[in-house]
């Protein structure tokens, strides 16, 4: 997809949700809109109704949609400023990570000076109206980020940096078909194709209507990027990965656990620390501190609640032996010598590779330990050790979905029948069928 194609194209999943946002907000053409031949589609000061959704859709268009269109009243960064501060008076431990910060001007006060133009209003409207905690999230990782970048060195001009690519990072989704989006449906591992160009829509987004420092359209370019190469969309790992790349990663990862009610802080530290080397040791580190500070704070409440034990061990058990079969299906590849391409064989070295660091992951975090001990030892042990040991598995669990994801997304570029081969593994390590 090219700019040109995105900018001066109408997305129909955009398209509609403007639509939608008409029939309950005011939207106006801020100019005359034409189309690539000089005809004109709308006149300035029209209002945008579903009538001129076909006229639209159907031509290229001089300009970006985007850029030629206001919403009244829209999302501003008034209601951001309001959003972040009700969420630092009411989210604990987004209060914890605020309060790292303890020299130069707040989170808070950064966020509320930042700017964006008609086009970006319009879309975190349209994010606003997609449910209760929607602006939140988008909010939230942008304060994240922010705590995130200073406990990382990086200045003020990076901080900016961070506290625009937070609140933007996912506008790439509103031009993704909701299906593949829809909360209570897990996709299936060639389905995430659909998914995974969101980062680059939304750095395309971000260069062709707003003048933001190029950094800002590559940090949320690289968001799902991680440290050790594991991310997507390009994989790239380290140094490869911008610093403001970096922090938006593991805002974003921990931006939805921290709204968790159960131990969030202590929760996001144990997410960054199952695959060593997942995250910069630095935001892992920021992180184990904010938890520290909340610890010490008068009233925390320490008790991670009562762990169905019992339970705890058999997923445990299930995990293992998912990851047994997984390497055995991996080794079953390599012997039978049907990827012969450059590219296929490599694909499975990867797998391969990224399977031992996920198992390793079992011993790393103490899962191989409840393995061993008889189960009355196991049901014996502390909630604490539990409530983690719940959190291992579940993020584990989500790491070989990842994979699954990774390899199958590579694997279609493959000739069918090393594509064919991949299948069973994939299947395999998404655990669904």
Known sequence: MSDEHLINSVNKH???KVMNLAEEADIKA?????DARGMKLVAKGARISRSLQERLIMRRLSKPFESSIAVDSGVDIDAVATEARRIADTIAPIRS????VEIGPSPLQILSELQFGSAMSTMLTIIERGGPTALQHSVMVSLVSICLA???GLGAKDQTVVALAGLLHDI????IDPEYLHSNRRLFPHEWRHVVVHPRIGQMLIEGLENYPPAVAQA????HERFDGGGYPRQISGSQISAAGQVISVAEMISGILTNQDEPLKRAVVALKIIPGEHAHELVSAVSAAMQKAREEPGADTDAGDAPSGEEKQRVQALYDHIGAVLQEEQTLQESNTLRSKKGSQILTDALQ???CIQRAISSTGLDVCLEQASGMFEARSTDILFETAVAVNEIEWRMRDLARDVALQASSLEAHESDALQPLITLLDGQH
């Open 97 to 100: 990570m605020l309060s790292l």
């Open 150 to 152: 200073r406990k990382f």
């Open 30 to 34: 801020t100019e005359d809109i034409f």
């Open 354 to 356: 990224r399977t031992n």
């Open 14 to 16: 955009y398209l509609d």
């Open 220 to 223: 949320v370019f690289e968001h």
């Open 172 to 175: 790439g989704e509103l031009y």
